[in-house]
């Protein structure tokens, strides 16, 4: 159940002050009947329409963004462009972002309404790989790799990392897959072993690569398929 006015904020895209002059108006109806009582309780699925149109609410939303360099992953920043001034949606407001990145960091970015969702993604006990592309100041040591598969110890953090995977695509570049998302976790992870990072760019989260024809800063909604890959197997 969810009251008429707030039904209407959704649907239309309005304040609820505005939703309330236009059932004043009496351009909504519910089950073919003018209505004008904002608080009446209705069903999701009711049968409501505005100046004769339909409305009804879409499901949850879910987006891949290339995330250009220089965005946070906030809805406010006193100093710093937010990555919402780069969507152009109803409700932008109230999508959050599951598994952000740090302002110098590019790369794919899920934001979605769906909280059950984010959590598959971004809960440590899911273990869902996600998968950089590091440039690094040093070239990399013979030894980081067997390194990051027995784990290191970050500063401040009790336990050793997981177990990660590495692969060297040039003397100071790699792809680094980790299975956990700790605070700044690759470029601890790095600093660790006494090579800092200058570069980060997540490519893949769990199954789902960055889409190649996203420009930085361009976003597009997710497959039916690639929202189920987050999601339990039957």
């Given at each position: ?36 009582n ?23 939303k879910?987006f ?30 109230k ?34 790989d ?7 100041a ?13 784990g ?48 980060l ?21 997710l ?10 197997k039957?």
């Amino acid at each position: 159940m969810i009251r008429l006015d707030k039904f209407l904020c959704e649907t239309l895209g309005v304040t609820r002050k505005q939703a309330g002059k236009v059932l004043k108006e009496e351009r909504v109806c519910v089950d073919g009947a003018p209505v004008k009582n904002g608080a009446l309780k209705i069903q999701n699925d009711a049968d409501v329409e505005f100046d004769g149109m339909p409305l009804t609410l879409s499901g949850p939303k879910y987006f891949m963004m290339n995330k250009p360099t220089g965005y946070v992953c906030s809805h406010d920043d006193a100093f710093n462009p937010t990555i919402f001034v780069l969507l152009d949606e109803i409700g932008a407001e109230k999508l959050h972002i599951a598994g952000r990145l740090d302002g110098d960091t590019t790369g794919l970015l899920l934001l979605t309404d769906d909280g059950q969702w984010s959590h598959r993604v971004t809960s440590p006990k899911h273990k869902c790989d996600k998968t950089y592309r590091v440039w690094l100041a040093d070239a990399v040591s013979q030894d980081t790799q067997s390194q990051f598969i027995e784990g290191v110890q970050l500063r401040g953090e009790k336990d050793l990392t997981l177990p990660a995977q590495m692969e060297k695509v040039a003397d100071d570049e790699v792809l680094l897959t980790i299975h956990e998302g700790k605070y700044h976790q690759v470029k601890r992870m790095f600093a660790a072993v006494g090579n800092k990072v200058v570069g980060l760019h997540r490519e893949q989260v769990g199954d789902l690569i960055l889409d190649p024809d996203l420009e930085p800063g361009e976003y597009r909604p997710l497959t039916e398929e690639e929202i189920a890959s987050f999601l339990p197997k039957n």
